[in-house]
């Protein structure tokens, strides 16, 4: 009986010294849907010259409009992102792209080229209760736009991506009745260039910002003597403080018992994926591996880290 008894009570202690398991829940930033990741990345807002003066007034507030959306979803609403403008190229081409990344410092490189077609303008219409001469009458308009956004990161494949699309701007022009048909349609590009531009670039930088999915970060931890150790450092890494969640698992990579070692190992290596440093995790997780094959949490990371990667 006594000796029952005493089997009893080891089953117990080794049942003790087992890992326990704690999951977090997290948005997690994903690609956009132009396929870029764009995170950890920073960005320059290039706009090019025209020889048609509305053109460039909308290429500028194109490519002003689209830096705060991306700076608002990137860089939590920081003014970081700078604008560039350059005299209009013959061609765009990666030799352009490089020079841009030499001249400008960032990671990536959004050029901004849009095009105001050939104005149509509507019969003029007169205006009730004008407050002035000059807006006596109005004359609607069709603006034919046609835009492009090109793209190259630095830091991925050594190619420049081209988003591009086209749309039909109507702008209002208010006028004396007087005024010649040419002067009506370069009116009309100004109105479109002015108040249509901030409206596309937050619809083009829906392509590229962020989009969020929710995912599950599990690590080790034991129910022991050195317990408080354990949930200090999960308590770090949970408010993002990876630092110094990597300095509280590290002492236990002297454990006397290898299942310890190599559960801090598997808990660093998730760190370092949450931190995007993928090279990291895969050496961490790696080490875990070898000191204890059978971690049931290491195949479902070591998966995520591959997917990452590829």
Not at 138 to 150: G, N, R, W
Not at 231 to 249: M, S, T
Not at 272 to 301: Q, V
Request: glycine share 4%; with cysteine.
């Amino acid at each position: 009986m006594r000796k029952l008894f005493w089997l009893a009570a080891c089953v117990l202690m080794a049942a003790s010294c087992a890992p326990e398991i704690y999951t977090h829940y997290l948005d997690v930033r994903k690609p956009s849907d132009s396929g870029l990741n764009l995170s950890r990345k920073t960005m320059a807002m290039v706009y090019m010259d025209s020889d048609v003066p509305a053109d460039t007034v909308f290429n500028r507030g194109v490519a002003s409009s689209l830096a705060r959306a991306m700076e608002e979803d990137y860089f939590d609403g920081q003014e970081v992102i700078g604008l560039y403008r350059i005299p209009k190229a013959d061609s765009l081409s990666l030799d352009l792209m490089h020079s841009l990344v030499m001249d400008t410092g960032e990671d990536v490189i959004f050029l901004i080229v849009n095009s105001l077609g050939d104005v149509q303008l509507e019969a003029r219409q007169e205006v009730r209760n004008a407050r002035s001469v000059d807006s006596a009458y109005v004359t609607p308009a069709l603006v034919p736009l046609s835009t492009s956004v090109f793209v190259y990161d630095s830091m991925g494949e050594d190619v420049v991506r081209r988003f591009s699309g086209s749309t039909l701007l109507r702008p209002a022009v208010y006028n004396n009745g007087l005024v010649p048909e040419e002067n009506l349609k370069d009116q009309a590009r100004m109105v479109a260039a002015a108040g249509e531009a901030e409206k596309m670039g937050e619809r083009i930088s829906r392509r590229f910002v962020s989009n969020w999915q929710t995912e599950s970060f599990s690590f080790y931890y034991f129910d022991d003597s050195s317990s408080e150790q354990w949930e200090l450092a999960l308590v770090n890494a949970l408010e993002g403080k990876f630092a110094a969640a990597i300095d509280g698992w590290a002492p236990f990579l002297k454990a006397d018992d290898e299942r310890k070692q190599a559960c801090a190992c598997y808990n660093m290596a998730m760190a370092f994926y949450m931190m995007e440093n993928r090279d990291l995790a895969t050496r961490w997780l790696d080490l875990a591996d070898t000191l204890y094959p059978d971690l049931a949490l290491s195949p479902g990371l070591r998966k995520r880290i591959e997917d990452q990667m590829k």
